[in-house]
Nanobody, 115 residues
Framework: QVHVVESGGGLVQPGGSLRLSCSAS??????RTWYRQTPGTQRAFIAQ???????FYAPFVKDRFTISIDDGQNTMYLQMDNLKPQDTATYYC???????????WGQGTQVTVSS
């Protein structure tokens, strides 16, 4: 059974940094993606690491956020620097299980950027 858990959210001042983690278990994972969502809106794409190692970023986080993978730990990270109040959201990760190509979501982790 696939299990996905995000962690690392919290309250940070503008200009600060956070590192989010997404731990996945119970499968063999390929493409992994970060999204974020604010109340009343749809989940928005943030960053992706594909099964073959390519990375993609949304324009509004490029050069501030960095996605990385620790395959040995089956963990994906999102390093977020120079955070802005508009980055406040619940952050979710999505992972694709290459065994059956199903994708799975975690429960989300809250990031609040405020002084």
């Amino acid at each position: 059974q696939v299990h996905v858990v995000e962690s690392g959210g919290g309250l940070v001042q503008p200009g600060g940094s956070l590192r989010l983690s997404c731990s996945a278990s119970g499968g063999i994972f390929g493409t992994r993606t970060w999204y974020r969502q604010t109340p009343g809106t749809q989940r928005a794409f943030i960053a992706q690491r594909t099964h073959d190692g390519r990375t993609f970023y949304a324009p509004f986080v490029k050069d501030r956020f960095t996605i990385s993978i620790d395959d040995g730990q089956n963990t994906m990270y999102l390093q977020m620097d120079n955070l802005k109040p508009q980055d406040t959201a619940t952050y979710y990760c999505n992972v694709v299980n290459t065994v059956d190509d199903n994708d799975f979501w975690g429960q989300g982790t809250q990031v609040t950027v405020s002084s």
